[in-house]
């Protein structure tokens, strides 16, 4: 994915955070959904599938972030708002069921494999990135994005100009443990240098304080960090990987990550995959991704 108006942001981010601050709930300017997507009536799946269970169930549980604006941003309602929750919307709608019947379970990176394995929830969309080390224990579908890591520092900050900068610089930097960001950063920088939080809102903090001079994640998840900053932050804009995400469910259920994978080729067909992007990200990058093709279920 390629997000072409990232250099803009900056500029963006001050009239929106005004935006949000005025009506008394950021949360919602940047990362409010659209209309639900159409419940589809009447279905039927094979006796004993995941789909089955949960048509039958009407009730879909969730993990997710709750720190992501863009993302996964929780509101005033209770529930996050962004595009994986527009994208968990999509699958529950083809499942037959409705919106306000997802249950919603904060997933932060370090514990996404727990909350399947220990089956406190149905699926995980949440910025998760798909790699062969969590293939060991889950299934992924699709992947329905393709984001890049990079950095982001004060807005005045002109020392850090890339990944290759941070040794250099001693820099400071900041992520979450057990998200790949995490990892990658490690060949740029000494070791004593990273410190690492649970969500990225406290990363954001450091920086904000001067504890830590760099963020690092993926891209659209430091675009909605600066939008919240107003105007503090700055995205250094040197994506440095490619990070395929996907949605990560029980493992070998084959059928229940084949379901999804053509729900998400669907949901790029009939407008519901654009919707999903315009009503989040698209407020901040209007170009829509393509959906990236889909992996191997396994």
Partial sequence: ????HLTRIAAVAAAVVLAATACGDQSSSLGSSGAAPSVAEGVSFPAGSTMDTLN???????????DQPLFGLKGLDGNPAGFDVEIA?????????PADKIVYTEAPSAVREEVIEQNRVDM????????D??????????????????????????TITGPDSLRGANAKVCSVAGST???????????????LFDVYSKCADALRTGQVDVVTTDNVILTGLIENSGGAFKLVNKKFTEEPYGI???????????????????????????????????KVSPEVPPLPAAGTCS
């Avoid at 919307?89 to 069921?97: E, Q």
């Avoid at 995980?124 to 790699?131: E, F, G, S």
């Fill in 181 to 195: 960001p995490s990892e990658n950063i490690k060949k740029y920088i000494d070791p004593a240098n990273l410190t």
């Fill in 133 to 158: 080390k969590r293939k060991e224990r889950i299934t992924f579908a699709g992947p329905y994005y393709v984001a890049g890591q990079d950095l982001m520092v004060k807005s005045d900050n002109t």
């Fill in 124 to 131: 995980v969309v949440a910025t998760y990135t798909i790699n």
């Fill in 89 to 97: 919307k999509i699958i529950a709608a083809k499942l037959g069921i």
């Fill in 248 to 282: 990560g469910i029980k493992k070998g259920d084959v059928a229940f990550c084949e379901f999804i994978d053509q729900t998400l080729k669907e949901a790029e067909t009939d407008g519901s995959y654009k919707a999903a992007w315009d009503s989040t990200v698209g």
């Fill in 56 to 66: 039958k169930a009407q009730t879909l549980r969730l993990g997710t972030k709750f």
């Fill in 1 to 4: 994915m390629r997000l072409a």
